[in-house]
């Protein structure tokens, strides 16, 4: 397998034009987003973008089992214990790049497709999400799981939560709960589903694509080849988790804190795995974090995609600067005890102030970095 942590190519389509692959080649991590690989991707999708004879960009993982399961958060760690409540210039810096990132797929001027096979979650869920093409295979296994490790729902979840049916947002984004590939098209994160068998096929009908010099025509040529690959799938389909237990979603979410919302699941009568395990992730995630989700999902229903990733930003600093996230993350991935000392301990004891705290520039964040978006 190549080293380089992003392979990029370029495959020759119909009628001169060209299309650009960029596959994470981390396997063995599940192509976990790493800052050499951000700083190796975005350049090339700005070249791209500016690129003629570029007609259409390809984004997908190396590897059986993932597309992307998240952000290298075992390196934060690593930076954050050298200065522990101070600036963590590592961390900050690969934040930003990520947001910027993500903000160039949501904004990319040319059809994007991105691959979601496997495991897409956290970080690889940005990548996925902001792609004007967003496939997914059977095999998928999406999710927002940071309050297991005292983040919050980043990489723009303060949009695509609020931009789900209903309050499903909120529900997923406070209980980290696995969504399946008929989720994700329910819930507007992905817009195909096509088996993992059919990725070189779909490949190679790219490339017989009579691709235009007009991206909006391009986007349509898309759309139909993805669709003929889709209807050939549909058998696949599993049953949505999400839109069966919707009626549970709603009723959970009717209550106006993450007490009462912990409290309605506790008191949910069936035997359902789907909602024990979120119920369980909410109950036994940072306080802090689901506190702040709450608030996040609240305030950020009105924002723009700028001032989400400003916000977002700002957000992920103070987690950073703070105790809870590098003590998730010591407890999930580094020490992996799965007994973290969450600080305060319950969601009873969370202040107001602390929470309000995230919504306030960090210091050395007065001027965001992300403003000129």
Known sequence: MNETPIIIEERTAAGGHRIGVATLNAPRSLNA??????????????????????????????????????????SM????????????????????QEYRLDYAIHTFPKPILV???????GGGLGLLVGASHRVVTEHAKVAMPEITIGLYPDVAGTWFLNRMPGRIGLFLGLTGARMNAA????????????????????????????????????????????????????AARPASNVLRHLDLIDHVTDHHSVRGILDALEGYAGEDDWVDAARATLAAGSPTSARVILEQYRRGRHLSLKEVFMRELNMSVRCVRGHDYPEGVRALLVDKDRNPR???????????????????????????PLRDL
């Not at 987003?33 to 999708?45: A, G, K, N």
């Not at 930076?79 to 900050?92: D, M």
Request: charged fraction near 25%.
């Open 33 to 74: 987003l790493t800052l050499p690989m951000i700083e190796r991707l975005r350049p090339q999708l700005e070249a791209w973008a500016e690129d003629p004879g570029i007609a259409c960009v390809v984004l997908m993982g190396a590897g059986e089992k993932a597309f992307c399961a998240g952000g290298d958060v075992v």
């Open 183 to 234: 989720d994700t098209l329910y819930t507007g994160l992905a817009d195909y589903l096509i088996t993992a068998d059919r990725r070189d096929a779909v490949l190679s009908a790219l490339a017989d694509i009579a691709w235009e010099d007009d991206p909006e025509l391009n986007r349509g040529h898309l759309s139909v080849a993805l669709r003929r690959f889709a209807d050939a799938s549909r």
């Open 115 to 121: 691959w979601g096979h496997g495991v897409v979650m």
């Open 342 to 368: 969450w600080d305060p301990p319950s969601v009873e004891a969370v202040s107001d102030e602390l929470v309000e705290s995230f919504f306030l520039p960090a210091e050395g964040l007065e001027e965001n």
């Open 77 to 96: 760690y690593h930076a954050i214990r050298e200065n522990p409540g101070g600036p963590v210039p590592f961390a900050e810096r690969f934040f930003e």
